[in-house]
């Protein structure tokens, strides 16, 4: 009210003075009023206009956790409704190919005869709707309209551009999950190499993964941990972020002397030494090795996954809407595991053009972002003669099984994983010797560890065979975890059950304290066991408690090969997601039979 006090003080005609003070009675009144009508804050209406939400955006922030991520669902979705161009509707394409850079829009209406033939061009450089609405010539019925892509295939052969020599890699583990702390290590020890670097991204939610990793560091100088860590969620947005984040820390922090980098899970594992892997790309100076699947990428963009806009909040890939494609670019879909030049890495991290600007921003908004970036960034960019259609691995598909909606509670989409390699399998890595392929996924040792030790001793000789038990971690001290509560309710029964059992045994009897240490599942051969407990006694002695299952199960036909109960069962490789087969209360259950094949 200050500054409009001060303005009326101003002289005024009499006449005008007093229309004047009416007309700052009336703002005043009016001024109270809303006050006086909105005396609780709360209730106090935004002026702000308020964007319209459409239904996915809305079903989205209905299911979201918190409120946090509600506002931001509702402030990225009205972002990108009030502005048109939030996405590029085109971007240039850099790619030095001349017939492959020559991407037009130039088309052909043609006649179409009994299904099969095509012939009798109706128009030059015209869609048959434009043709026929201009001289109405008739039906525009049994007509194609054609469009020239000027779409060459890039990268599908090799082609040695240098005599072999050895060079500096990079291999990059994106890892999750507290059972896989062991197999990691196993990895690390098959591809170690002082002449090589290793940095590691451990999911932001995995922190006894990462407690026991970073010891790695400790010991071994050219092995490092990702400064910046994200949930890694299969299918998330912020899977492409921590890659591009892990990349520049590779350039600006450690400034390693690398020719490429090599991104990989704890599911890979190497069937060749990783000098003929250091060899072998020392052949194809500054090329990137990215699976692009032309038939893949025309399922991709026919499904409405690659049109939907994504958002990753409280661990879950919500959709909200849809985006149109870029014009002018080739879209590329492929793996998301990849082998690529630091000239590339550079590029796509620090480029500043309008072709990779554009294509960040709009896969950071993408589904499985990490399958189409780096493929849609080559095949536009100036590397595209630098493009290999090939990631040097082999990958266990069977389509039927592995593409399911098997992921739904991590996000709005369904998706295609590989199955798991089983000793069975040890007639696919047959043809593999001979050629370009050094690296095989997806790899379990809790589903089957012996054709990991089959492989550990064909390639590095190796035997490992009676080391057949493998222990996955469930419990840590350092967790900060209130007692059990964070595990299942038949592990907590279990502890229980070890720990009075502890308590009577006349070794430590009278027990003044007790502390559990850890619990580990343990896998023999793929089947569970049972499991650990470690405890401290009375802060001095450490000891160990074996609970094995009092399993009580007869197979009386030589035609079965596999009998199980349990509860979720993962129909993608055929396992129950719990194997403890532990029932507390009257729940469904679900039995699994296999028949051996005659």
Not at 208 to 215: A, H
Not at 454 to 462: A, L, P, Q, R, S
Request: hydrophobic fraction near 40%; aromatic fraction near 14%; include cysteine.
């Amino acid at each position: 009210m200050y500054i409009l006090s001060t303005f009326w003080q101003q002289k005024l005609p009499v006449w005008d003075r007093l229309i004047s003070k009416w007309l700052l009675f009336i703002v005043l009144v009016n001024f109270a009023k809303a006050f006086i009508q909105n005396d609780d804050p709360s209730e106090i209406v935004d002026i702000q206009p308020e964007c319209v939400l459409d239904e996915q955006v809305t079903f989205a922030i209905s299911r979201a956790k918190t409120d946090y991520c509600k506002t931001y669902l509702k402030e990225i979705s009205c972002e990108i409704a009030s502005n048109p161009n939030f996405f590029p509707p085109s971007l240039p394409r850099f790619c030095p190919i001349k017939t492959y850079s020559e991407f037009t829009g130039h088309c052909n209406c043609w006649r179409i005869f009994n299904n099969a033939s095509v012939n009798n061009i109706f128009a030059i450089n015209r869609t048959c709707s434009d043709w026929f609405a201009d001289n109405d010539n008739g039906s525009i019925a049994d007509t194609v309209t054609l469009y020239r892509t000027s779409f060459v295939p890039v990268g599908t052969g090799f082609k040695p551009e240098a005599p072999p020599n050895q060079i500096s890699l990079v291999f990059f583990f994106l890892v999750s999950g507290r059972k896989s702390l062991r197999q990691v290590k196993r990895l690390m020890r098959a591809m170690y190499s002082a002449e090589h670097y290793y940095i590691i991204h451990v999911d932001k939610n995995e922190h006894y993964l990462y407690r026991e990793l970073l010891k790695l560091c400790d010991r071994y100088s050219n092995i490092v941990m990702a400064k910046i860590r994200y949930r890694t969620t299969w299918g998330s947005t912020t899977r492409l972020t921590a890659e591009l984040d892990v990349y520049k820390q590779l350039i600006e922090d450690l400034k390693w002397n690398f020719s490429f980098v090599i991104s990989m899970s704890e599911s890979d594992f190497p069937i060749k030494p990783i000098e003929a892997l250091s060899e072998f790309l020392s052949m194809f100076p500054n090329k990137n090795f990215i699976v692009g699947d032309i038939g893949n990428t025309t399922k991709m963009l026919e499904g409405s996954e690659t049109r939907s806009i994504f958002v990753f909040c409280d661990n879950y890939l919500y959709r909200l809407g849809h985006k149109k494609f870029i014009q002018n670019i080739v879209y590329e879909f492929g793996s998301d595991w990849t082998i690529l030049s630091r000239d590339f890495i550079t590029y796509i991290t620090y480029g500043d053009d309008e072709l990779i600007r554009g294509l960040r921003l709009t896969f950071n908004f993408s589904a499985l972002p990490s399958e189409s970036f780096y493929h849609t960034a080559v095949i536009n960019s100036v590397y595209c003669d630098k493009y290999i259609r090939h990631n040097l691995r082999m990958v266990n598909w069977d389509r039927k099984r592995g593409c399911t909606c098997f992921n739904r509670d991590a996000g709005d989409l369904c998706g295609c994983s590989p199955v798991i390699y089983r000793r069975s399998d040890k007639k696919l890595f047959a043809g593999s010797t001979d050629k370009p392929i050094f690296f095989a996924r997806k790899f379990d040792p809790t589903i089957d560890e012996s054709i990991i030790d089959w492989i550990d001793e064909k390639v590095f000789g190796i035997d490992l065979s009676d080391s057949a038990l493998y222990l996955q971690n469930f419990y840590h001290v350092e967790d900060n975890l209130t007692k059990l509560n964070d595990t299942s309710g038949a592990l907590k029964s279990i502890e229980l059950y070890a720990r009075t059992m502890l308590v009577k045994h006349p070794k430590f009897h009278p027990v003044r304290s007790i502390e559990l240490q850890q619990i580990h599942a343990v896998f023999e051969l793929g089947i569970f066991q049972g499991y650990t407990f470690q405890y401290t006694i009375d802060d001095r002695n450490d000891f160990e408690i074996f609970v094995t299952q009092n399993a009580h199960t007869n197979i009386f036909s030589d035609s079965i090969k596999q009998f199980d109960i349990g509860f979720t069962i993962d129909t993608r490789d055929t396992v129950f997601i719990d194997r403890s087969r532990t029932f507390l209360d009257p729940v469904l259950v679900t039995v699994l039979f296999e028949w051996k094949s005659k």
